[in-house]
């Protein structure tokens, strides 16, 4: 190749230079630009940390740097603070402004919601915004744009369940992988649920335990990364509330709100949710790392209780119990309530009043205290002496309350129990006490009504069950008052009837499980049954049905009543309905139901008129009972047109197979009637032979049966032939009967000869008033026959006035004996 040319040589720089024009530009790329753009951005626009602070004092140069050391103090109670600048205005004098950064953006965060509207002095209050807020307000769009409004989304209906035709109640079971809901109906059950649309998505609906909330709107399930809560007719997820390893779950009486547990989260063990919104309020640790003596529930600390109307929740401490307000989170007036080494405490069912007990210490004898909130007034307090233990108990409706206490001697060596019993709805709140001398087992209100039951004695297997009634006393003065004592039962928890009345003596742990049913006021037991190994007995919302139930630890596969495990339906009259075995059997829960609307007047009118409308809940049972038998009629009717159908098809196969069988039996037809012969033999077995004490006669019909036999050996009697013989024979066998012995002997009356009248008239002299009567009549009958005429003629004589008198006569007798042997 021949050497290039000078030019050539410049030609060829020059379009190396163009192709490397892009990569030596001083020139910055498009590229290029944004990541520089993005560095500036996140150096100098992230002002999370910065605060802004206005309402200052404007001072000069001479009172700056106090100013400014009095701004770092309040804000450096916040967090970290990194710098504060203070700015002036052209005059030499600070503008009341000034811009606090942080070191985290939390720390600001706390500074706007604790230090905005701080009052510096009387005439400077500090207002606290954060600086991307003010960025954010300047840039604010001035033109108006039209919102997407979304289509309405009709919310679920969580009351369906409510509607049921038939006011059946639900419940649901843990066992295994499984988690069902149930209706109950009469002893019948009838599927609903089972999680078929998780497993479908190869989802396990639920891997723990489950609750119910206290009106059965929801029902919460437990999962390793928190609860969720389901409802609606479909069961749909309605809720989700993150918190690791829940041990336990606490709704809010309305349900408005729920507490979750966990026993791995120390920082955040006890969160407190709004349900509807799945918002967290506020999170408090564990009760160890803040020094709360909490409440062990199921070897869980739950030191938060909750008020009636879902207005406080409140949590023990040491010698204070911390009222929240709902929803804020905040201390009711900011500040707890002094209870001096208060124990236990438990809110009113009903009523905001607070009652709690502290044991004695420092020369303090032990108190009940009860408190009226939010006005914190003492409402009634008692002291105690000798106090080993307190137990409250409230009354389901509020309106009394039971303190348990268990005492013991100067010596310490003896212990015994007394209740002392709070009246919440008279005035100044009496306090009555009962003492009781035994070991109190177990304690029960009637949920409907002014009675308890406990359950007390020094044995194990045969305790003392006795009934007490508040208002036992006279109108005037009510008072507790013993009504009666159940000696020697088998007997070691009570449940009452969510109705009242009805209890249920359960013999739970060594007693295995032995349950009678009692009728409180008829003072009388129902029945006695036996579920064997029994741990879980609860009525259900109607009190119609009882479960009763073996179940198991969720975390022990090696327990020892596996083999027991299962659940039974009673009636509450204690007839069993159903029983059903479940392997690895956890939970058996109903579902509750609202608390009722109506007044305690308007619930006795309807009581009192329920006849009214127990022809119209007769209808519907008949009319479901027809509908079940028109289905068990269609299912046996379609089972034998199937069997039919089949024994066709079965006939006709044969029949077509029946000349090639006669082929193969060289043309012998097993089945034709004329190649058989039938012979008959008969045989007499005797299979059992009875023998029956009649019952004896009486003495007239005894007496008439020997004279029979008398008058069959008669001479006399060969006159009258074989036929009158025959038909005297027949009577005689009847005699015992009143009404044939009687016409036997009118019979013989009439056809007897006059030589005969005197037998006759003696035979008739019994002790027997209607004899001696009947025997009167036979001897007028005796005078009306002539000797001399043929018996024929007399057997024959309707014409004789006289023996159609007598006739008539003897109907009378016999008509008035039959009568008197009917009463």
């Not at 009652?355 to 004695?360: D, I, L, S, T, V």
């Not at 006393?473 to 020697?488: F, H, P, Q, R, W």
């Not at 004490?693 to 006399?716: C, I, N, T, Y």
Request: net charge neutral; with cysteine.
């Amino acid at each position: 190749m021949a050497p290039a040319t000078f030019e050539q040589k410049l030609a060829h720089l020059k379009r190396e230079a163009e192709h490397y024009a892009d990569y030596l530009s001083d020139e910055e790329t498009e590229d290029e630009m944004t990541i520089k753009a993005n560095e500036e951005a996140d150096f100098c626009n992230d002002y999370s940390m910065a605060v802004v602070v206005g309402g200052l004092p404007v001072v000069d140069e001479s009172k700056h740097s106090k100013l400014l050391n009095v701004v770092k103090k309040i804000f450096g109670q916040v967090g970290v603070v990194v710098d504060i600048q203070m700015p002036f205005c052209a005059n030499g004098k600070t503008t009341g402004f000034a811009f606090v950064e942080y070191e985290q953006e939390a720390h600001a965060n706390d500074a706007v919601r604790t230090i905005n509207n701080f009052a510096l002095d009387k005439r400077h209050t500090m207002i606290v915004n954060k600086y991307e807020d003010i960025e954010r307000y300047q840039n604010i769009n001035t033109e108006f744009v039209s919102p997407n409004v979304e289509n309405f989304v009709e919310p679920k209906n969580l009351q369906t369940w409510l509607m049921d035709p038939a006011r059946r109640d639900m419940f649901v079971l843990r066992h295994g992988s499984e988690t069902e809901i149930f209706w109950s109906d009469k002893g019948e059950v009838e599927f609903v649920y089972a999680g078929d649309r998780e497993k479908s998505n190869g989802k396990q609906w639920c891997s723990q335990y489950v609750l119910w909330s206290p009106q059965g709107t929801y029902l919460a399930t437990f999962h390793p990364q928190g609860i969720a809560i389901w409802g609606g007719d479909k069961y749909e997820k309605v809720g989700r509330f993150a918190h690791k390893n829940v041990k336990l779950a606490v709704f809010s009486p309305l349900e408005n709100y729920l507490i979750t547990v966990s026993e791995t989260d120390q920082d955040s063990a006890i969160i407190i949710w709004d349900v509807k919104t799945s918002k967290m309020l506020r999170a408090f640790p564990a009760g160890k790392s803040t020094g709360v003596k909490g409440e062990v529930v199921q070897g869980i600390m739950t030191p938060f209780k909750w008020s009636a109307g879902d207005k406080y929740v409140a949590r023990r401490g040491n010698d204070v119990i911390s009222i929240y307000e709902l929803p804020s989170m905040k201390l009711l007036e900011k500040k707890s309530l002094r209870a001096e080494g208060v124990h236990d405490f438990f809110w009113s069912p009903t009523d905001l009043i607070l009652a709690y007990w502290a044991p004695e210490g420092n020369n303090v004898p032990a108190r009940v205290s009860l408190v009226a909130l939010p006005s914190r007034r003492e409402v009634r307090q008692k002291n105690l002496f000798n106090v080993s233990d307190c137990k409250l108990h409230w009354h389901p409706n509020g309106t009394f309350l039971c303190v348990k206490v268990t005492r013991h001697s100067k010596s310490k060596k003896t212990m015994y129990t007394n209740f002392e019993l709070f009246r919440l709805q008279e005035q100044l709140v009496p306090v009555e006490m009962l003492e009781v001398k035994d070991n109190i087992v177990a304690f029960a209100w009637e949920p409907k009504g002014t009675r308890f039951a406990t359950v007390h004695g020094e044995g194990q297997q045969r305790l003392n069950v006795s009934f007490y009634d508040m208002d036992g006393g006279n109108k005037a003065m009510k008072e507790v008052t013993l009504l009666y004592t159940l000696k020697g039962k088998a007997c070691s928890h009570l449940y009452w009837s969510p109705l009242g009345n009805n209890i249920v003596l359960a013999g739970l742990g060594e007693i295995n499980g032995q349950l009678e049913f009692w009728d409180a006021t008829e003072q009388q037991s129902i029945t006695v049954q036996e579920h064997f190994k029994c741990t879980h007995v609860e009525w259900d919302p109607s009190g119609r049905v009882v479960a009763t139930a073996v179940c198991q630890p969720l975390d022990n596969s090696y327990y020892k009543l596996t083999m027991d495990n299962g659940y039974t339906l009673w009636s509450f009259q204690g007839k069993q309905l159903l029983e059903e075995k479940k392997d690895a059997f956890y939970q058996f829960l109903w579902r509750p139901r609202p608390r009722t609307l109506l007044s305690d007047a308007e619930y006795k009118k309807v009581v009192k008129n329920l006849k009214k409308f127990e022809k119209r809940f007769d209808q519907m049972d008949r009319l479901k009972e027809r509908e079940r038998l028109a289905v068990e009629n269609a299912e046996r009717n379609r089972k034998v047109q199937e069997f039919q159908e089949l024994l066709q098809r079965l006939l006709a196969a044969a029949s077509s197979r029946r000349t090639d069988y006669i082929a193969l039996l060289d043309g012998y037809d097993s089945e034709d009637e004329s190649e058989y012969i039938v012979q008959s033999h008969t045989y007499d077995d005797v299979l059992e032979i009875k023998e029956e004490v009649m019952r004896k006669a009486s003495a007239g019909p005894g007496k008439l049966s020997a004279k029979f036999d008398q008058v069959l050996e008669e001479r006399h009697l060969d006159e009258f032939g074989a036929v009158f013989k025959r038909r005297l024979l027949t009577f005689r066998n009847e005699a015992p009967s009143m009404k044939s012995g009687l016409q036997a002997l009118t019979i013989l009356s009439i056809l007897k000869t006059h030589c005969w009248t005197r037998k006759i008239a003696d035979f008739m002299r019994v002790k027997n008033k209607s004899y001696q009567e009947l025997g009167q009549i036979w001897v007028f009958f005796s005078s009306c026959y002539c000797k001399n005429a043929p018996m024929s003629e007399h057997i024959t004589c309707n014409n004789c006035s006289k023996v159609k008198k007598a006739n008539v006569l003897v109907q009378l007798i016999v008509r008035r004996r039959r009568v008197y042997t009917d009463k």
